[in-house]
């Protein structure tokens, strides 16, 4: 069993930056891919990025990528998302998530899902 705990979300105006937290506890999670998802009001949640178990590997979406950076300490059991230039539309509630996936854009093959953080971007 492995909880999820993101933080760092809040009100920033477009243009500026934010990084969010996710710390995991409970089991290792050794061998793991995470992963951000974001949900907008009235809206599906949308993939936003992954880095693999190692951290040797990383993948956007398009409308974020360039903007945003995705990373790892594993030895603190936390993943973080900076995210710079950040636009109104990228308003929404932000979620982590873990789970040993062979398709890590899909978010219906992550097991464990974090409770969310809300990012709110001014224009």
């Known amino acids: 069993q492995v909880q999820l705990v993101e933080s760092g979300g809040g009100l920033v105006q477009a243009g500026g930056s934010l990084r969010l937290s996710c710390a995991a506890s409970?089991?290792?999670?050794?061998?793991?891919?995470m992963g951000w998802f974001r949900q907008a009001l009235g809206k599906e949640r949308e993939f936003v990025a992954y880095?693999?178990?190692?951290?040797?590997?990383?993948y956007y979406a398009d409308s974020v990528k360039g903007r945003f950076t995705i990373s790892r300490d594993v030895a603190k059991n936390t993943v973080y998302l900076q995210m710079n230039s950040l636009k109104p539309e990228d308003t929404a509630v932000y979620y982590c998530?873990?789970?040993?996936?062979?398709?890590?854009?899909?978010?219906?093959?992550?097991?464990?899902w974090g409770q969310g953080t809300q990012v709110t971007v001014s224009s």
């Open positions: 998530a873990a789970g040993r996936t062979t398709w890590p854009l899909m978010k219906s093959t992550y097991a464990y």
């Open positions: 409970g089991n290792t999670f050794s061998g793991y891919t």
């Open positions: 880095i693999s178990w190692s951290g040797g590997s990383t």
